[in-house]
């Protein structure tokens, strides 16, 4: 009879997945200790979940995008209108969380874009080193020579105000950062005794590159990813508001803002809600990637 | 020795980086959609006047060229005319920089004068009130966009408390002080207005605050990190093990340490002022560098937005600089870092 | 008693610490003295809770924390634990002064040797103020005439230094003078040395033995490294989670272990030669949330008994300078 005491060694695959799950568990009992993280959580889940089912949530859909009703234009928060209603009529809640789309596509647009070729950069640099690494940071340098919505608003120069030009503006500035942060962490571990030994057995740089070095900058990418949504969220609210962002009828949240803003304070309401709002919005991820950053153990400064 | 070829390789890099920031922004501005000769002469120009104007402008010529002639004109204080007001873009900026200089230091004083002590009480009160206080006032500050501040903080304290002006940098009753810089503060204070100097300030708290509640969380967060980082060292216990007084303990000897992450971040701090007083500036209506840009941008006046852009890299890069510099001054670990770089 | 006056007296000291899992008690009836110009060590191994005695004994164990439910720690004759923290103060680098593990985190990264030595000087008082006022020059003086004594090369240049700049040995020596030089009645050595090089530790222990009996400093020794003791100390207490397992001569405890734990922990170091391969100690340090009651040595004591399981043994003395809390020893010498 076989005892069950037996056990078969096991197989590295295994370990690592079973290290993985352990961190992984670990991280989300971290996370879920820590009450501001939560909330942080629960902001972006509902904020996400309201602009992903805009057409179903909000009270007045039709009121999005070109819509006029002058009739019934400028009415305080009411019962009907929870919100008030703006310039054109339209009821400012229902464009808010319609605004809010664009706001959030705009995030994951530039996010989409500039990570993966900024970590890509970064790994490319760190790890080749020399000529290339000073080539990329240079460049990176230079894009980093002007803070994000200033450098934003040059590029924005060459178009016509339009949100795509915004986004692409925002993306091509937004690269920089992480790679930046993956050069610096393929930088310090390109050293370390792990990867030289990998080396010494013959792996390949790219099998080093993902299975090395890239884990270790993971955790760091994510909190970096969370903050970075809120940061970029307020540089394009910011490019709107200044009237380079989206424009109307497609208002995202800025645009409101900058038009709600001169019929202040009559009409506070139009300029009040889609500020609430932003902040609400911003506020969710920087508590998210705060409690992230302590639950996945990342320094500050990311 | 060391120190100074360290100082030497960092202005080389800024050089070479403030010529990459030019040609890049030189390559948008002038390659991309757009005709910049039609917007300034409006829609019923005459064909002729818009080769005119182009010819002026020296955009018939090739792209290096263009540049060639831009980039030496610079050092020649020629910053190339401005479609908009037809006068040499450095007089424009010489114009309206002051006013956004005044508003970004008076905002570096708030963070300093705020955001510092409330780290430090922060750390001193750890996890009690005051140091949730201080994490939520943090939070905010990092949270709500700078040009929402101002609109909130115009709607309380100039619509409905009334007690200071909208808009603007001077009221229009106030008789303005001899321009000698520029800074109206300044200017004031030189002249003896009094009245001038009073109705200035007033005009400036609000945007200047507007614009400081970002790094003014940023640094308090910052602070109370770093201030409570030091107390729970060694050195500290050991000083006080050698007899020094608490008093000294906590200003010279935990004090100093606790100040070297905020300095480092005074460079990105900066940044986000300039940008802060992008759009705190159009709140106000103040007549700065903003709305100057903000204007050439719109109307593709690219002279005009090339010598913004220079202007604000420069001044960004240099303030740069000087916190590094200042950095390793106080830290010999950084310094050591940078010797070895 | 023992002739001298002792200038630490710990008696019958109990610390306690609140942590999140219940209240950790760690130090269970600690009594250990050192007189005025000896040599004590206190051997342990790392979580026996020597460095709480010796925080205790220095006045820095944070109170909310930290409870004292039973005894005292006498310095110079006053309780440290009823004393008010200017009193404390007061005591700190003229009565009592102490050197730590690891040279580069004990100074101050951004101030220079010089500065920190000054305000050591300036605030310890003891040596400079002979004739009133404090000069510039005078705080030079006794810096330079301190690392002298430290054998550190080019003392003036050391002033003008940042700890990084210094190697470790010299960092150490750097300290060992900060901590000396308001002349303490007793210093407190955590570990010195652990943090350099073997040959480097050998050469600051020679040094630290030589400056504390030309001045006639005593010395407390608080280390897990059984070589430094011998060389070092002139009597030794064993502890073990937080209790004090024996006392005696240095030579004597060395040769002649008699508590088990101090024969577990004698015959744990590997010998150079011989055949036999070091035994270590069976079992782990206790959880102090759950100390063991009585000995808190006999989960682990080959000769375990059940009176060793109920009550603590007190103190044997087996001659005037040898004691060990044992029951194997209960019968013997002086009841």
Same mark, same amino acid.
């Given at each position: ?234 540089? #394009? ?66 | ?76 204080? *020629? ?145 109370? #990190? ?116 | ?117 000054? *305000? ?11 004739? #009133? ?122 040769? *002649? ?79």
């Amino acid at each position: 009879m076989m005892s069950s005491n037996q056990r078969v060694a096991p197989t590295p695959e295994e370990t690592r997945w079973a290290a993985f799950k352990d961190r992984l568990g670990r991280g989300w009992y971290k996370f879920r200790r820590n009450r501001i993280s939560l909330v942080g959580g629960a902001m972006v889940l509902l904020f996400v979940f309201l602009a992903s089912f805009a057409h179903y949530v909000t009270p007045y859909p039709h009121h999005a995008g070109a819509y006029t009703d002058f009739i019934n234009a400028f009415q305080p928060p009411s019962t009907a209108h929870w919100f008030g209603t703006d310039s054109l009529g339209a009821d400012v809640l229902t464009r808010i969380i319609f605004g809010s789309q664009i706001s959030f596509m705009l995030a994951g647009v530039v996010l989409g874009i500039s990570v993966p070729f900024g970590v890509f950069l970064g790994l490319l640099s760190g790890y080749i080193g020399g000529k290339t690494e000073t080539v990329i940071m240079r460049i990176t340098d230079i894009f980093l020579a002007l803070p994000a919505l200033v450098m934003a608003l040059a590029i924005c120069a060459a178009f016509t105000p339009s949100i795509d030009k915004a986004m692409l503006a925002v993306a091509s500035i937004w690269w920089t950062w992480h790679c930046r942060l993956v050069n610096g962490i393929t930088r310090s571990i390109k050293t370390e005794e792990f990867v030289q030994a990998s080396q010494v057995l013959g792996a390949s740089h790219l099998r080093i590159i993902f299975k090395d070095i890239l884990p270790n900058c993971a955790s760091p990418i994510i909190v970096k990813i969370t903050l970075d949504a809120g940061f970029v969220i307020l540089v #394009g609210a910011g490019l709107s508001f200044l009237g380079l962002g989206a424009q109307p009828p497609a208002e995202d949240l800025g645009t409101m803002i900058s038009i709600g803003s001169k019929y202040l304070p009559e009409r506070w309401w139009m300029t009040v809600f889609p500020s609430l709002a932003i902040f609400f919005i911003i506020l969710g991820f920087n508590l998210l990637g705060d409690g992230l950053r302590d639950a996945l153990a990342v320094e500050e400064g990311v | 020795m060391r120190f100074s070829y360290f100082l030497l390789r960092r202005l080389l890099h800024t050089v070479l980086v403030l010529f990459g920031l030019s040609i890049l922004i030189f390559i948008i501005a002038r390659t991309l959609p757009g005709d910049p000769a039609r917007l300034a002469l409006g829609p019923f120009a005459a064909k002729e006047q818009l080769e005119k104007l182009r010819h002026t402008m020296g955009m018939d010529k090739p792209l290096p060229l263009q540049y060639w002639t831009y980039i030496t004109g610079i050092f020649r204080g *020629d910053f190339g005319l401005s479609f908009q007001t037809r006068r040499n873009v450095a007089l424009d900026i010489a114009h309206y920089l002051p006013a956004t200089v005044e508003l970004v230091l008076i905002s570096i004083l708030w963070v300093l004068i705020l955001g510092v002590p409330l780290g430090v009480m922060a750390a001193r009160y750890k996890d009690r009130w005051p140091d949730n206080l201080v994490r939520v006032i943090a939070f905010v500050g990092v949270a709500v966009p700078p040009f929402v501040v101002g609109l909130i903080l115009q709607l309380i304290f100039s619509y409905l408390l009334g007690v200071i002006p909208t808009t603007g940098r001077l009221g229009l009753m106030t008789s303005p002080p001899v321009r000698h810089t520029g800074l109206l503060i300044l200017d004031s204070l030189i002249d003896g207005n009094f009245s001038a100097l009073g109705d200035a300030l007033l005009h400036i708290i609000l945007p200047s605050f507007a614009i400081a509640m970002t790094g003014i969380g940023q640094i308090a967060r910052l602070t109370r #990190g770093s201030m409570s980082d030091v107390a729970s060292q060694d050195y500290i216990e050991a000083s006080r093990g050698f007899g020094i007084p608490n008093r000294i303990v906590a200003f010279k000897y935990m004090l100093k340490p606790a100040f070297i992450p905020p300095l480092t971040i005074l460079g990105l701090t900066f940044a986000s002022e300039l940008s802060n007083a992008f759009l705190v500036e159009t709140v106000f209506a103040w007549p700065g560098m903003a709305k100057y840009g903000i204007r050439a941008i719109l109307r593709k006046d690219f002279n005009a937005v090339m010598g913004v852009v220079l202007i604000i890299g420069l001044a960004f890069v240099v303030v740069n600089l000087i916190v590094d510099i200042l950095a390793g001054y106080v830290d010999p670990r950084i310094r050591k870092r940078q010797e070895e770089e | 008693m023992v002739e001298g006056k002792a200038i630490l007296d710990i008696r019958d000291l109990h610390v306690w610490f609140r942590v999140y899992e219940g209240l950790s008690k760690v130090l269970d009836g600690v009594s250990l003295h050192v007189q005025e110009g000896e040599r004590v060590g206190l051997v342990g191994e790392t979580g026996c809770g020597k460095t709480v005695a010796m925080k205790a004994a220095m006045g820095i164990l944070k109170s909310p924390p930290a409870q004292f439910p039973q005894g005292e720690v006498l310095l110079a004759g006053h309780d440290v634990l009823t004393m008010t923290p200017s009193e404390i103060l007061k005591m700190k680098g003229r009565t009592i002064s102490m050197i730590f593990q690891d040279p580069l985190s004990s100074l101050n990264p951004v101030f220079t040797v010089g500065q920190q030595m000054f *305000d050591v000087i300036r605030y310890g008082r003891r040596r400079a103020s002979d004739d #009133g006022r404090l000069t510039k020059a005078k705080l030079r003086k006794t810096a330079v005439e301190e690392l002298t004594s430290v054998r550190l090369p080019d003392p003036e240049r050391i002033l003008k230094l940042y700890p990084l700049e210094l190697s470790g040995g010299m960092r150490q020596r750097a300290l060992i003078a900060m901590a000396l030089v308001n002349r303490p009645r007793l210093l407190v050595a955590d570990e010195p040395g652990t943090a350099l090089d073997v040959t480097i530790q050998a050469q600051i222990l020679a040094l630290l033995k030589a400056l504390v009996n030309e001045a006639g400093i005593a010395v407390l020794l608080i280390t897990h490294d059984l070589g430094v003791v011998r060389e070092m100390a002139e009597r030794v207490y064993i502890m073990y989670a937080g209790q004090i397992a024996g006392e005696g001569p240095v030579a004597e405890i060395f040769d *002649d272990p008699k508590h088990p734990y101090t024969q577990g922990l004698l015959s744990s170091v590997p010998r150079l030669t011989g055949e036999v391969l070091a035994e270590g100690i069976p079992g782990t340090v206790p959880d102090y949330t759950e100390a063991p009651s009585g000995c808190r040595f006999h989960p682990r004591c080959p000769y375990a008994m059940d009176q060793c399981v109920n009550q603590k043994p007190p103190m044997v003395e087996l001659s005037a300078k040898r004691h060990v809390a044992c029951y194997l020893y209960s019968g013997g010498g002086n009841e």
